[in-house]
Nanobody
């Protein structure tokens, strides 16, 4: 089993920054893909960004140029640096790890961006 624990959420003003972290523990196999998803009230969970074990990244168009995903493989930790935050970025942010056909999820961390 794999456990994912997110941290770093909070309240920030429009235009501000936050850095999310997600630490993975347990039986972690490589190569794998880690990522961040988010779910706003009344909306479906959506992909924000992903990063593979080798460092290849993918970003949703809505966050390109504002968010940066990175990972420390030695620490089994993935980060999401969020800059130029907007009120529409308000959501619960979930960490995700995919290995072959198995997906693990964290419990989420709340991000609120005030206008």
């Amino acid at each position: 089993q794999v456990q994912l624990v997110e941290s770093g959420g909070g309240l920030v003003q429009d235009g501000g920054s936050l850095r999310l972290s997600c630490a993975a523990s347990g039986s972690i196999f490589s190569p794998n893909t880690m990522g961040w998803y988010r779910q706003a009230p009344g909306k479906q969970r959506e992909l924000v960004a992903t990063i593979t074990s080798s460092g290849s990244t993918y970003y949703d168009d809505s966050v390109k140029g504002r968010f940066t995903i990175s990972r420390d493989n030695a620490k089994n930790t993935v980060y999401l640096q969020m800059n130029s935050l907007k009120p529409e970025d308000t959501a619960v942010y979930y960490c995700n790890l995919r290995y072959r056909f198995t997906t693990y999820w964290g419990r989420g961390t709340q991000v609120n961006v005030s206008s």
